[in-house]
Each structure stands twice: as structure tokens, then as C-alpha cells.
């Protein structure tokens, strides 16, 4: 063999090495989809590691946090929060609802030593979204050190770290930005950092550390990286802000809110017992809708059924002990379409109309057409 052709070329293979520089441009634009002034650390990883690495960096003995809980990402929070010796006030709120700003303050009323407030934004895996522009006015007041899991709100709806008041802003690029599920990004205010340098036992020299970015990348202005980026994430995440920012992140976010809206209007006018799981649409998520399956019938045979009938409809069966009563319509990124929406439904219907329940599929279309706008 010939020495040009031993080596077959391909897209993702053979890449140069992506340099601090580019790193660096990368996590400005990244600080620009959210107009935050904070420090931006992009991480190597899919969400769980800044989402761990910052409660481990900002949480300790000394800690008393009120962990809301409106689905299972809060569950893991306190779980978390616990192995780290902080006291834990969880604020469980019913999973088909949001929780209010006067739950948080009631909270702080009754518990004036919380220090710490970990908040889920919106939960793909329930469908709610919470409202953090509220939330975060109380919690400036309180004091409180703040952080918000955004993952599947960024590039869905308003995502504002700044402007709420939100310490630790956690991102990853695998839902409504349409990117890849390896790279995610924190923004860190300076108080953040501040309680992250007093804590002994947050994490440093460790793939986990907040610090280590902090005090041999940021403060060294951003010259040396700590290791060699993840090429392919690194340039898939440039590429998918790249295309919000030509598209539009008003028009990104619009796409979904309209993908909601559809969708829960074509749900309930296709009748067969299926309902919005989420009671008040105003505390639905425009990443994901969850419907409630009729009773009689389980939600993971359903969207088999529907994934029968249209493979590549974004259906899901609720995960763990949802899996028999919700199924969600993953309505984000490419799939934030009319085209996706109505597919979606009409598998549906076909899956509930097998199943034996009365469905209007065309009635559901044509209110998911009005909805949409
Ligand atoms: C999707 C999501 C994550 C990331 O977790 P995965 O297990 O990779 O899906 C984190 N937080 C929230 C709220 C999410 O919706």
C-alpha cells in the first residue's frame, strides 16, 4: 500500500488539536447566548459534571440548603447536597405543577439559615418549568447562593443568570440547542467563587473541580488549557450557538414555545383519555410536553405502539415509575417543527386508536395548527 493510501480520511478523525484560544472564543460565545458578565467554564462532559462538580465546589458541612425538587434532577440534588454534609431542606412540589416564589419564601421564614438554593429550571423528564426570574428576586433577598440547573431550558426559553441573580448557571448542549450530550458549561459568579475558595473540602486537582479551572485557566487569562478539549464537542458546541445565533435565539426560543402550545392543544382535542400532565400551561416547559396515558393503558406500550407506526416521531415513555402513567413529547431542537408535532400526534392517535380508545386525529391537527400560530 502506498503511503496516501494507508490512512482513509474522515470527518471526525485526524482533528488538530483545538488550541486555548478557540477554546477560549468558545466560552465567550457561549457567555454571550446567555448575557451573563460571570466567568463561563465549559466542561468536558455531559451535564451531571458541572451539575456535580458546583454543589460539590459550593456545599459543605457547614451548608444549609433548600433543594427544590420538581422532578428527579432535584432527587439527585439532594442526594448530593447530603454526601456533602450540608443540611438539606427539600421542597418536594407535585410533578405535574411549578413551584412559586412564596414557597421559597416561606421556606426562608421558617428556616432563616439556608445559605444555598438549588433549583431546577424546566424538566424535560416531567415537563414543567419553574419561574426563576421570580424565585431568584426572593432568593437576592434572602442571600442565598443560587443555583440553577438549565439544561433543558437554555435555547428553549430565556435563560438569564445575570438578571436573575443566579450563581451557578449549568448548561449542556443535548436538548433545545440541538448540540451534543459531552460538553456542557457553568456560569460562576464572583461569589460563587468566593464560597468555592472557603470550603476545604471542594474539589481540587480532580476532574470534578470547579477551582482547578478557576486558579490555572481563568486566572491565568485563559492561556493553558488543564488537558486536551474534546475536539468534536468543542466544535459541535461552536457550530450548534453558531446556529442560534443565525436563526436567532428569539426565534429559537419561539419555535418551541409554539411546539408546546401545539402540542398540548392537539393533545386535548384528540381526546382517547390522554391529558396534559402539567395542570396550567403556564407551568408547562416549551422543551417537552408530558401527557397523562388513559387509565387502563400504560404510557411505555403506547409509544411503542406510536414508534411502530412512525419511527422516528420524538415519543418517550416517562422514565422509572413514570414509565406507566407519562409519555413525553421530546418537541426540541430539529424536532421544535409543525412537521415533528403533528407526527407526533397522528402516531398517537394511532397507537390509542389500536389500543381501542375514540380518537380525532384531524381535529387534533387542526388545533395543533391553530396553536401554533
Ligand atoms: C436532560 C437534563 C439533564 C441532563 O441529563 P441526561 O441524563 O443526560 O438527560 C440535566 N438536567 C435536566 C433538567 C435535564 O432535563
Given at each position: ?10 470527518p ?61 434532577y ?72 443560587f ?22 448557571c ?11 450530550a ?48 474534546a ?13 442560534i ?52 393503558a ?76
Amino acid at each position: 500500500m502506498s503511503e496516501e493510501s494507508a490512512t482513509v480520511t474522515h470527518p471526525f478523525l485526524d482533528l488538530a488539536p483545538l488550541g486555548a484560544d478557540r477554546f477560549a472564543a468558545i466560552e465567550d460565545r457561549v457567555a454571550r447566548l446567555l448575557s451573563t458578565e460571570q466567568d463561563v467554564v465549559i466542561m468536558q462532559g455531559e451535564a451531571l459534571l458541572p451539575l456535580e462538580g458546583a454543589i460539590r465546589a459550593a456545599a459543605g458541612p457547614g451548608t444549609t440548603a433548600l433543594n427544590v425538587i420538581t422532578g428527579p434532577y432535584g432527587q439527585t440534588f439532594g442526594d448530593w447536597l447530603r454526601d456533602c454534609g450540608a443540611t438539606v431542606v427539600d421542597l418536594a412540589v407535585p410533578f405535574h405543577t411549578a413551584v412559586t416564589a412564596e414557597q421559597i419564601r416561606q421556606a426562608f421564614a421558617e428556616h432563616p439559615e439556608i445559605d444555598f438554593v438549588s433549583l431546577v429550571h424546566a424538566e424535560a423528564a416531567t415537563g414543567n418549568t419553574n419561574p426563576v426570574a421570580e424565585i431568584g428576586e426572593v432568593v437576592r433577598a434572602h442571600g442565598a447562593l443560587f443555583y440553577l440547573d438549565a439544561v433543558a431550558s437554555v435555547g428553549a426559553e430565556p435563560v438569564l443568570p445575570d438578571a436573575w441573580g443566579v450563581d451557578l448557571c449549568v448548561i449542556g448542549a443535548q436538548k433545545a440547542m440541538g448540540g451534543p450530550a459531552g460538553v456542557s458549561a457553568v456560569s460562576v459568579s464572583e461569589r460563587a467563587w468566593a464560597r468555592m475558595a472557603a470550603n476545604p473540602r471542594a474539589p481540587r486537582r480532580s476532574y470534578l473541580s470547579l477551582l482547578d479551572w478557576k486558579e490555572r485557566w481563568i486566572d491565568g487569562g485563559r492561556k493553558a488549557l488543564l488537558h486536551a478539549p474534546a475536539q468534536l464537542e468543542m466544535l459541535a458546541l461552536e457550530a450548534c450557538v453558531e446556529r442560534i445565533e443565525a436563526e436567532g435565539p428569539d426565534a429559537v426560543m419561539a419555535r418551541h414555545a409554539s411546539a408546546a402550545a401545539a402540542t398540548r392543544a392537539g393533545a386535548v382535542a384528540l381526546g382517547g383519555g390522554v391529558e396534559p400532565y402539567v395542570y396550567e400551561a403556564r407551568d408547562a416547559a416549551p422543551v417537552a410536553t408530558t401527557l397523562r396515558a388513559p387509565s387502563g393503558a400504560v404510557a411505555a406500550e403506547l409509544v411503542a405502539r406510536a414508534l411502530q407506526a412512525d419511527p422516528a416521531v420524538p415519543l418517550a415513555a416517562g422514565g422509572g415509575a413514570l414509565a406507566k402513567e407519562m409519555i413525553r413529547v421530546n418537541h426540541y431542537g430539529a424536532d421544535a417543527t409543525p412537521g415533528a408535532v403533528r407526527a407526533s400526534l397522528a402516531a398517537l392517535g394511532t397507537a390509542l386508536s389500536e389500543a381501542g380508545m375514540s380518537v380525532d386525529v384531524a381535529g387534533a391537527l387542526r388545533a395543533a395548527e391553530e396553536a401554533w400560530r
